[in-house]
């Protein structure tokens, strides 16, 4: 296997707190010798468990580049055990192009694991993370909103794994995470995400979803902080108490979750976020966009629960998923 | 003055309910003979007030787009006396862009009136308003929000008018709409709006910040549905009963509300829409984007008073209004 | 009135043949001091009548530039008596680009006139022909097609004047053009048109349709060719027999001769150019593009002729020009 | 292999007429949940054979999806024995944007095939073709034309291959077809063709191209209709007797058939579809567009025949194929 | 006139040194409530002359804008007597986007003069300047390049004026800037530029062309240094001794000093910048980019003397200003 | 392996000289029936050694494409022994656009090799000189210069190889190609370049940086067209005597010779190409963009030697190679 041509600008293992980047060399018509420079914060403090934090995996998700921003600013060497690398934002190009994707190479970080170092720039981040970053850590956390297209209810999520040992870590951390919500999930299609390969190695990963359409709330980045503040206290990273409130557990069994639009149009939401839906009931109409006086068509929940997902955007085209509705499971106090 | 070359395909003065379009000839590259189809809708019945309806003055705005779609549907003949006319996506080529200004001649419809016959077709359709539909009307309702760049509680708003008379029709009207806040302004600078056309003409004018971020919920949809109902019952053209909910009444008395950004950056806001604001407080902050290890810049309010819009996307720039803090007048019950 | 910045870097009114440029300077991004040369030819012997011939008026016709750019290499001044100025592309940017209008400011060179010295690149043009090449002509002949969007029956028209003179003269020349069509019209919308510039000037004009697509054919081509030559020799500038062939003469009398699209689709022509028509005829469906099964919109004829004119990309917007059907005024054998 | 992530909305093995879409998730900056829906209709009845029938391989050739478009309409179950798939837009990324190949990946459908179920779209539908329906059918139809640059006389055609029962099975659907010219295909180079998938499975296919420029008339989406119902009913679906008319078949023996352009210019085509030429024939000349007086390059045939394919816009560039000189092999009244 | 929406963020006329902006409103699709917040340094000690220096004009040329910046970290209230008000970014739009104009409007700065204040982002930046900084100054400096499409010896220029006072007070402040080249200019078109609005309120203006290319050099730069230094105290704002090294004077008399580009290409200059030229001689040559084994146009100087202008680009483009020849008048020691 | 599609318009082995072109089929949206013309000059005469003489391989360098359009018209068959192959324009399409990678594909040739038949138009390109033209080849000159983004001392450079004989054969060839600076390169990733491919076929290899800014000046152009002589000559191809003038010899023996920029910024670059560097000297300034009265960064060299490469553009990123510093291993007189 090829080297990677990403280089640190700072030391990964050494005590105390460095500011760098992660250098990728990028040649291209705007810069013949131009590199591509992926901020980077390392903090460690002796011997101790490594947790890999990780923002903007899509580059239009807010939530975790400001909470890890301000954990580059806050977090000491000395209030640790251990090592925590913090990179707000992944997919570094499309970040700075407010973009899921990489503007680059349109490519989508979380599908394009375990990457290549010979291949496009999101391939080789995903590499470098595959066979440099990832292997030395112990539990990963990596932010996920809706992004520009969609909306969520803030919540956790942890994967149904096969080696079930793995799976009560990943549980665990997805509870000391404590968001508003948690979601256990059974990926169906999970090649090339991540996820999968932070798994795969046995790593601890938890994962989230904490809102969308492009922004960020003051409440949203709160679950962000404190999600982040727990999970280091869990790993052993970090001293002091968790801060728990409770959390509603959901579940997405099946297909039926998902509405998906058959058509272009204006898009009527017709039940917000974490309101109940029966089966059947109207979740969101489509109204022609060219004239006036025509009926919409409307599309239904076809299973019971909660609005844990929507279309965000005003317009909304034929394929879209409209609405998921998730199951409840139980309500931790 | 010349002639302007939009004509309607649909009578605008006959009894009973018509759909069509304003036709606008517009020659470009990709069609030579090619026309702009603005959707609209006229209904009629006997003598009594014209209500003009308007949506999608900003194109990506859309609240007003659907509960004027919805009307178009709703509304019959035998509801009403009088006429009422809906154009539901005044800027229409913006509104299919999904753009706050036209994609064809950067056009932004609130600053373009009154218009000119052989203008742009923003500027057209500017002056097919200001010379043949306002003339026309009695009320005019015209919905905004704050399209994909900013957010706001939901209010209904009336202008302080010189003409004490019409301001206070104006106010009587935007009680009647009675969206959660009734928001009343002093425009300093005036020039080019719609709402200037349509209050020098003597007629009185609704305007609305519904919501905002490029988007709409069943919740804000539903304010726009019931502030237009209420509208119409008030101005006499529908029959029923105006549901009238507690308001809170709100002033932005001077330039101090605005908190504007002097840098490019990672958004944090520290405050909710909604929220009580003290003088002094951080509003916001602005990380960096290209590099960790860096105090944000923090913004703070000029004034005290509860939060009535922010910058909606993730990222902000220099100049960008980040947030705007209102005085509360009252609460209306 | 200002100098118009436009240069020949050829003399206009020596004899001889000259070929060389309208030298317009033109800074931008990619040439501070950059011009636009538009191709130019001159040729002249003794007194005599001038005659003004211009292509690409619309930058994707191309009966003209073709015709033209033969004729700067085969009329020689021996042949001719007095001066014939070829402009092969009127709207040059427009030619170079493949479009009806400048890439530069959008400019409709035929909605244009009289132009402004201190416009933009296109109303600069028309300024110059308007006030120093104009001046010059005693004839002009423009030639015009569909471009990429139209399709027409090859046609020479002329236009019906106020000035009775005038416009027998102009109907001599569209004789003498001789092409398989001759089309009087009645503009109800002449600003800005070149036509009108010339009209007005007291000059004769003869403007053509030949065929349309962005495309030409030798038979096309044909008929470009055959009526310069004999115009010319009408205007007793060229020695020689004109070639008279028959010819249809039609009219438009009234808007009953468009048929417009309302909605976006997939066109079926259900008509050929040149055939019959018969009032309520279907002369094109619009089939849906994104669903199958759905029965498409009909649209009918207004009223009986031949079909003159169709929209030609296989797609079709609302608001486009699908059909006119134009009324046959006699065959001249 | 790994599983296709494309699912139809609707059974593609039950009796009767289901209208519906190949859905192709498809994860982008503006819907990260969206999806492709390629329409799609499928007629069944009993056993019988499978005709699979696709328009828009590339997506600037419109008269296959209005052939289809029709046929999705008109044809009942009842008319038929057997089963036929109805795709009216193969490339349908590709249909949308009116360009030959998909505006997502550059995809030419033509050129993916067998496609790859995790590549790009137009290999995911290729992939889909080739694993899924394709060896449902018995009898393909693919329509072509020759798009935006390229014009054709109208021809069926079929290809010389190796398995002779199969390739006279392949002349004997063509003969169906009974489009105004036939013509006998040697493909020198067939990788990643969507005919040769059909035929290494064992197909019948017939391919066409039946006008071009982007456009379609009247006379030949009829050339479409007939060909279609003719096939269905020589494949024993649909019962009916066949409409024939006269056809002359054709031959491209080699590559003496093509004129290229050695330069970019404007465009004269010196002999129309359909005529005969000679070898030394001048077909086209190219004329500088940035000067005047100065003599066109000339374009020779290099064989004798009649004209089957021209370069189609006014503009053609250096590599461009401008003319296609075909073999009349005989004609069959 | 209306009141420009300009607004500085700092006091123009306080003591001290202040850092801000000019900030001007600009709604967008981007920004709904957005600005443009042009850099600006003002410092001011009691009461002398005011000096407005302004860099970035054009947006793509670079010794201003470093020597302004480094002016505004470097220069201390207490080192001088009056004020330096300082743009380092006049066409801010255009030098963030490295652009000669500004990419919201197009609009070249240069040509913008006296501006509008409801006109277009440049034309309320040149009305700014005109009716509110210009009136403050007694003495301006604006510096040019030839910016990425040019290449300057590098020079100081003043203007020839009716007004002879103002001329010898121009010419006197350009020897003082004491560039090594000092170019006398009689500008046949000098409507809308900066200079002629700065000449026609009577105050001094000194401009240069100090290099190009899109790129600056330590060497360019400490000319801009020098010259910026030498020029506020000869203007009585700083105190020091001017550093005064040879320069040769020239003179650019008439039309013949150009020399233009006919045809496309690639460019081979055959003179380098500052070598002595004969009338006759080949200054530069254009090859074919299309083909091999034709000869080069020659380009030929129409007067003796030395080069001080290129073309810079590689590729060059019919009407482009490829070489100038400027006449030495004398050299001063 | 498959068959390249690209074939020669000329024969590669006869005597004579022929001017011709690589045709490339290439199919797209605006040409179904395209190629790529990439022009080809083949001289030669008798038995005798080949030379491959390239340009643009990065397309927006211009010595040699310049100097090798004069060989195509200036060399004659009758002065060499052997043969010369010339293509001025390595990566024809990147050429054309003026852009270091191909418009098409974004292909880098220089790290393309050893290419793909069916792969991108940059990679069959590569393909073809790997397995058709580097064959032929017993020397080969491949011209680049820094392109729009960098600049460097004009220098010919061969590699340090494992295999010493052919190290001493390409060292040879740099001396006598004689350009001002010699420079000795270890490539440490030489995977993918032109280099690689052509010294892993054991065949001499010259390549150049010869100045660069996307342009070429006239003392640039003379370096290549004097080196091209000399190389002829050397390799025994050419008959004379080569011109030889004092070199200097340098070397860029590790990482520390390059400075990157770790911010986005306006570029000041504090020291020239060609000047002597000490270890620790400031070699450029970063200022901001977007604010007055903030200090610089400063870049400080991390070794001693001269400036052989700088950052080019007046506007700088983070992660752009800002200065090189090569090490003087001699001067030759």
């Given at each position: 296997m090829k080297t990677n041509p990403i280089s640190p600008?700072?030391?990964?293992?050494?005590d105390g707190i460095h500011h760098g980047f992660l250098r990728l060399p990028y040649s291209r018509d705007d810069s013949a010798w131009g590199s591509i420079m992926i901020p980077l914060t390392v903090i460690k403090n002796g011997d101790g468990p490594t947790a890999l934090l990780t923002g903007a995996n899509h580059g239009d998700e807010y939530e975790g580049p400001v909470a890890l921003q301000e954990l580059t600013v806050t977090l000491k060497p000395e209030d640790i055990t251990g090592r925590v690398i913090i990179v707000p934002a992944f997919n570094y190009p499309a970040f700075r192009a407010g973009l899921r994707t990489s503007p680059i190479d349109k490519g989508n970080m979380n599908r394009s694991f375990p990457g290549r170092p010979d291949g496009t720039p999101t391939e080789k981040i995903a590499d470098y993370f595959q066979r440099t970053l990832l292997p030395m850590a112990d539990i990963a956390v990596d932010f996920h909103s809706g992004g520009k297209t969609l909306d969520f209810v803030p919540f956790a999520a942890a994967h149904i794994l096969d080696d079930k040992t793995l799976e009560a870590a990943c549980f665990a951390a997805m509870a000391a995470f404590n968001a508003p919500y948690s979601v256990q999930l059974l990926e169906i299609d999970n090649v090339g995400m991540y996820d999968t390969a932070v798994e795969d190695m046995g790593k601890v990963l938890v994962s989230t979803e904490l809102g969308g359409g492009g922004s960020a709330t003051a409440k949203s980045i709160a679950i962000a902080k404190k999600g982040l503040r727990n999970v280091l206290i869990h790993a052993g990273i970090l001293n002091g108490k968790m801060q728990i409130d409770p959390t509603v557990r959901l579940d997405m069994p099946d297909g039926d979750c998902f509405v998906f639009a058959q058509e272009d149009g204006l898009h009527e939401p017709m039940v917000d976020l974490g309101e109940t839906v029966s089966e059947g009931d109207i979740v969101a109409r489509i109204w022609p966009v060219d004239r006036t006086g025509l009926a919409p068509t409307e599309l239904r929940a076809k299973r019971s629960g909660i609005l844990i997902s929507r279309h965000f955007p005003g317009m909304i085209k034929a394929g879209d998923s409209t609405a998921v509705v998730g199951a409840i499971v139980d309500e931790v106090p």
């Open positions: 600008t700072i030391p990964l293992d050494q």
